[in-house]
Nanobody, 126 residues
Framework: QVQLVESGGGSVQSGGSLRLSCAFSGFTYSAHLMGWFRQAPGKEREGVASLNTDDSASYADSVKGRFTISQDNAGNTLYLEMNTLKPEDTGMYYC????????????????????WGQGTQVTVSS
C-alpha cells in the first residue's frame, strides 16, 4: 500500500526558510518519479520540483535557485528545502508519486502523478 505523509510546513516571514519532508512507503523510490506540488486558494495545483529515477531534478521557473529537492540515503524520505521564501510561495504543499516514470515537461504536471499525500501548509508573510 502506497503512503505519502508530508510534514514541515509552517508560517515564516518573507526571506525565511523551511524544509518539507515526505515520508513514503509501499514502493521502491528508485523505480519512480516523485514530485512536490503546491496549491494556493483559488488556483490550480502547480508542479514545484521533481526528482526522477536517474536522480535528475526539475524545478518550476518560479523556484529555481531557491528550492532544492532531495531524498535521504535510506531512500524513504523526500525533502524540499525552501530558501528565500516569498509571499507568493504560500500554499498547501503536496508530495506525489508517478503512475510510471516519465520525462520532459511531464515531470511537473499533476496528471503524471497517481499517489498524493495529504499536504502541509506553508504561509509566507511579507
Amino acid at each position: 500500500q502506497v503512503q505519502l505523509v508530508e510534514s514541515g510546513g509552517g508560517s515564516v516571514q518573507s526571506g525565511g526558510s523551511l524544509r518539507l519532508s515526505c515520508a513514503f512507503s509501499g514502493f521502491t523510490y528508485s523505480a519512480h518519479l516523485m514530485g512536490w506540488f503546491r496549491q494556493a486558494p483559488g488556483k490550480e495545483r502547480e508542479g514545484v520540483a521533481s526528482l526522477n529515477t536517474d536522480d535528475s531534478a526539475s524545478y518550476a521557473d518560479s523556484v529555481k535557485g531557491r528550492f532544492t529537492i532531495s531524498q535521504d540515503n535510506a531512500g524513504n524520505t523526500l525533502y524540499l528545502e525552501m530558501n528565500t521564501l516569498k509571499p507568493e510561495d504560500t500554499g498547501m504543499y503536496y508530495c506525489a508519486r508517478d503512475y510510471a516514470p516519465c520525462s520532459g515537461n511531464w515531470v511537473l504536471r499533476a496528471t503524471s502523478y497517481k499517489y498524493w499525500g495529504q499536504g502541509t501548509q506553508v504561509t509566507v508573510s511579507s
